[in-house]
């Protein structure tokens, strides 16, 4: 199954199914809608990826700086097929995955090419872009060479699926991590449902209710990164791996990271002074409800303040599913059924008429407006029922299968 599945996604064929009838619904705005014929990207997949094999290590740049990074399916697609290549190859001893420029890692997904799509009707743009997103995170996860990936700068969402599910993930003092998919009408995907919920204390779903932003040390603080150091020392890391060549190894790329680390002191940052308010607002509660009057009970306190300003520019609907997917995702027992189950949601969303993604983008990053007219525009007016639909398994859609074998690199 997970064969064809590959194959399928490699040549843009999986899953195809009709293209969902209706318009995107309006209230008060308009929306551009953009040439059918219009393609997700005009760009070579070798301009935007860049991967090189030199005495058993090998490295993928993601090369798209003027767009911060942002995945789009060619990219991914080629990531996923190289990755296949490497993880089979016995000249590959591991991997290292960094960004071109100085601001982004990987801003996440290009989630507005995949919106204009759908607002032209096309759904099944979104759907290759997601499946293969996911296949990528998983063979990421369960890869048997080590894999290192440098978040200098910006990671936003997807930035996360193609790094914390690696055996090593390197912040520096510019990394800046957030899973913002809430302030969109998306919930946080790539694996969000395995990882976030495993982080310490309500953090996981501090970060993905509200969008908030870590920086620098404090996304190892988070266990998000497995190590810190400054940017200057990033080409002599680099270096330093290369320099293994084929004797590297978790082992021996662990101790290296750990002596590079060593060489500076690690911030304290500011989560750890955050923790104890983090946790009474989110450890233990049953809805999110529960979450805005805990918030709403300290709302004199400048934090609480912020969070709850954070909290409330986010789709109702989103942040009912986003609680009920970490919920879940928490008693699931490893990432491939997390990433299943986050299949079916997101298929869920692009054949949704009622679906706040689409309106989302739009207001976020297509027109700009910071305004989403969200339906339902409250918290009381999301059923239960209504966010249960979004972990039904869509009709002719079938269950992204994946192996279940590697452990947990968290």
């Known amino acids: 199954m997970l064969r064809s599945v590959l194959i399928g996604v490699l040549t843009g064929s999986a899953y195809a199914r009709p293209v969902a009838s209706g318009a995107p619904r309006c209230l008060a705005r308009t929306?551009?809608?953009?040439?059918?014929?219009?393609?997700?990207?005009?760009?070579?997949?070798?301009?935007?990826?860049?991967?090189?094999?030199?005495?058993?290590?090998?490295?993928?740049?993601?090369?798209?700086?003027?767009?911060?990074?942002?995945?789009?399916?060619?990219?991914?697609?080629?990531?996923?097929?190289?990755?296949?290549?490497?993880?089979?190859?016995?000249?590959?001893?591991?991997?290292?995955?960094k960004a071109a420029g100085e601001k982004a890692f990987c801003a996440g997904g290009d989630v507005k090419q995949v919106a204009q799509r759908a607002m032209a009707g096309d759904t099944?743009?979104?759907?290759?872009?997601?499946?293969?997103?996911?296949?990528?995170?998983?063979?990421?996860?369960?890869?048997?060479?080590?894999?290192?990936?440098?978040?200098?700068?910006?990671?936003?969402?997807?930035?996360?699926?193609?790094?914390?599910?690696?055996?090593?993930?390197?912040?520096?003092?510019?990394?800046?991590?957030?899973?913002?998919?809430c302030a969109i009408g998306l919930y946080p995907d790539v694996g969000g449902s395995f990882?976030?919920?495993?982080?310490?204390?309500?953090?996981?779903?501090?970060?993905?209710?509200?969008?908030?932003r870590l920086k620098g040390a404090d996304v190892k603080h988070a266990t998000l990164a497995t190590h810190y150091l400054p940017s200057a020392l990033l080409p002599e890391l680099e270096a330093a791996i290369q320099g293994l060549g084929h004797g590297a190894s978790k082992?021996?790329?662990?101790?290296?990271?750990?002596?590079?680390?060593?060489?500076?002191?690690?911030?304290?940052?500011?989560?750890?002074?955050?923790?104890?308010?983090?946790?009474?607002?989110?450890?233990?509660?049953?809805?999110?409800?529960?979450?805005?009057?805990?918030?709403?009970?300290?709302?004199?306190?400048?934090?609480?303040?912020?969070?709850?300003?954070?909290?409330?520019?986010?789709?109702?609907?989103?942040?009912?599913?986003?609680?009920e997917q970490l919920r879940r995702g928490a008693a699931l027992p490893n990432l491939a059924q997390c990433l299943s189950m986050e299949n079916r949601m997101v298929h869920n969303v692009l054949l949704n008429p009622r679906s706040d993604f689409v309106e989302g983008v739009r207001a976020m990053l297509i027109d700009r407006c910071n305004k989403p007219q969200w339906n339902p525009a409250t918290l009381a007016e999301v059923t239960d029922e209504y966010v249960h639909s979004f972990f039904e398994r869509p009709a002719g859609i079938p269950d992204l299968e994946l192996p279940t074998h590697g452990s947990a690199k968290l």
Request: with cysteine.
């Open 124 to 181: 099944q743009a979104g759907s290759d872009f997601f499946q293969t997103e996911y296949l990528l995170d998983h063979l990421i996860h369960t890869l048997r060479k080590p894999h290192v990936a440098l978040i200098d700068g910006i990671t936003f969402g997807g930035g996360a699926g193609v790094s914390v599910h690696g055996t090593f993930r390197v912040a520096t003092e510019r990394t800046l991590f957030a899973m913002p998919e």
């Open 195 to 212: 990882y976030l919920p495993r982080l310490p204390g309500g953090t996981g779903l501090y970060m993905a209710l509200s969008g908030a």
């Open 251 to 323: 082992q021996s790329i662990g101790e290296l990271l750990d002596s590079f680390q060593a060489r500076t002191q690690v911030p304290a940052g500011e989560l750890a002074a955050q923790r104890r308010d983090i946790d009474a607002a989110f450890v233990g509660r049953k809805s999110v409800e529960e979450v805005y009057a805990a918030l709403e009970q300290h709302a004199n306190q400048t934090w609480a303040r912020g969070v709850l300003d954070l909290i409330r520019k986010g789709s109702p609907t989103s942040q009912k599913v986003t609680f």
């Open 31 to 97: 929306y551009r809608f953009p040439d059918q014929s219009a393609t997700m990207s005009t760009s070579t997949s070798s301009d935007e990826i860049l991967y090189e094999v030199t005495n058993g290590v090998a490295i993928a740049t993601l090369n798209r700086p003027k767009a911060l990074n942002a995945l789009n399916t060619n990219m991914v697609r080629t990531l996923l097929k190289v990755y296949t290549d490497w993880d089979a190859s016995s000249e590959v001893s591991c991997v290292v995955l």
